[in-house]
Each structure stands twice: as C-alpha cells, then as structure tokens.
C-alpha cells in the first residue's frame, strides 16, 4: 500500500501478476446454475467433442467475473483504505475461449488515477487474463475501483 497521492506514480506500469486459477467443470457447471445459462457448450461434454475446442468452455462472463478475485493482491492499493468497490468496466473483449481444466491468470497495468475529493480515489487499470500455454488472452478488460480512504 502507498500513500493515495502516491498512486498516480504507478501509471503505465505493470502493478501485479496474479498466481494461476483452475476453471473446472465444477467451477463452470455453478456459474451456470447462478445465471441459468446452460448452452451446452458449457456444460454438456459430450456434446462439447463437436465443437472446434473438443470439451466444454468457461462462459466468458465467468472469466470476467473472476477479476475481483484475480487483481485482490495485485494492484496499487491506498493506504488507510476503508474500503473497495467494484465501480464497473470501461471496456471488455473476449478474445478466446477458457477450455475445461485450463489455468487462467490476470496481469494488471494500471492506467489511471483521479482524486474523485472526499477521500474516494477512482483508479483503472488494463487487466489481461491469460490461459495457461496460450499466446492469446481470454480477455482483456478495463476495470475501475473506487477506494475510500481516512483522510
């Protein structure tokens, strides 16, 4: 942690790795349950052989969902914060599937800091998640968190 003012050093820098995540079809199978999307290329191996990656694949909304989890250590985080909200996305690409059984990780750049007065601090950064052994990220995302700190 560093002091609120001390955020704005760390734009443009990469401010943390986070370590790999396992997308089981346990994982997949409860995200759909929670958001009633049973496609079955989530869900139904079987069926999943058919199509071009041969098992099922995370939803992207749940790879996306996992970036709470992915940035909670690895990002620039003011000191004397009371707290952090999930303030929402700028931008988001999907850019390729999350089979079974695959390690996903996110990497964090941050990218802005705006002092928003009152001690609230809106920051966002550029979090690509990678799948283990692929070239290509599973998305790339712009999430904003608002923190609030004693001043």
Known sequence: MVPAEEMKNYIGEEVGVSDWLEITQDRINQFAEG??????????????????????????????SLLSYLSADNTVMPENMQMAINYGLDKVRFMEAVPVNSKIRGRFVLTEVQDKKGGRWLTKHTAT????????PAAIAEPLTLYVVTE
């Open 35 to 64: 958001t009633n999307d049973h496609q079955f290329i989530h869900v139904d191996p079987e069926m999943a052989k058919s199509t071009p990656w041969g098992t099922t694949i995370a939803h992207g909304f749940l790879t996306l």
């Open 129 to 136: 998640i990678e799948i283990e052994g692929k070239d290509k």
